[in-house]
């Protein structure tokens, strides 16, 4: 699965509440995330009800959000830098 677009709302392995993909390619502490995320239909609250997750995670695609050709040059980039990251360990 590539990367889903900001705006999609997906359903996670682990939680009853759907959730809003908000970013993309997200570092928590040391660790790096596929998405960082909000619940749907409660939006942003508080940093502390923010929600990182790798695309394993993901059980369901309900929404794809918007995609374009800026958004899909982005995106490559990132896939671009994740190879490369993977090569030099």
């Known amino acids: ?3 889903l677009a ?10 009853k509440d759907k959730v809003l993909i ?5 570092m928590s502490g040391k660790e790096k995330y596929d998405y960082i ?5 409660y939006g942003y609250m508080s940093v ?6 790798n695309k394993d995670a993901i059980k369901n695609v309900i929404f794809n959000g918007y995609f374009d050709d800026e958004s ?3 995106y490559e980039d990132i896939e671009w ?4 990251e993977k090569k030099n360990g």
């Open 72 to 74: 899909k040059e982005f």
């Open 1 to 3: 699965m590539e990367l």
């Open 81 to 84: 830098l994740k190879e490369r």
């Open 6 to 15: 900001l705006g999609s709302i997906v359903e996670l392995k682990n939680m």
């Open 48 to 53: 502390d009800e923010l929600l990182v997750f």
């Open 22 to 26: 908000i970013g993309v390619n997200q």
């Open 37 to 41: 995320g909000c619940t749907h239909p």
